[in-house]
């Protein structure tokens, strides 16, 4: 369970890059996942939704990558 809730985290970061690589993005709010949206892991799009539904609530750090201009690739893969 741990190992596919950390996949879940890593993969939620690769829809929202920033400059630092997504294992960087993830690091950044990894904990922040944990902390505010437990409840919608492993799912990928809700712990994105929860998170943007609470970034006043975000570190500052993860708070970066939801204010990060988005690659175009990325915004695609979100909308998939």
């Known amino acids: 369970m741990l190992l596919r809730t950390a996949l879940a985290v890593t ?6 890059q920033v400059r630092a690589s997504e294992a ?11 902390r505010l949206c437990m409840s919608e892991i492993p799912d990928r799009e809700r ?3 929860c998170m943007q539904r609470r970034k006043a609530e975000l570190s500052p750090g993860c708070r970066t990558v939801f204010n990060a ?12």
């Open 11 to 16: 993969l939620f970061a690769s829809a929202h």
């Open 24 to 34: 960087d993005a993830a690091s950044l709010c990894r904990g922040d996942a944990f």
């Open 47 to 49: 712990i994105i939704a």
């Open 69 to 80: 201009p988005k690659h175009p690739a990325a915004v695609e893969t979100a909308h998939r």
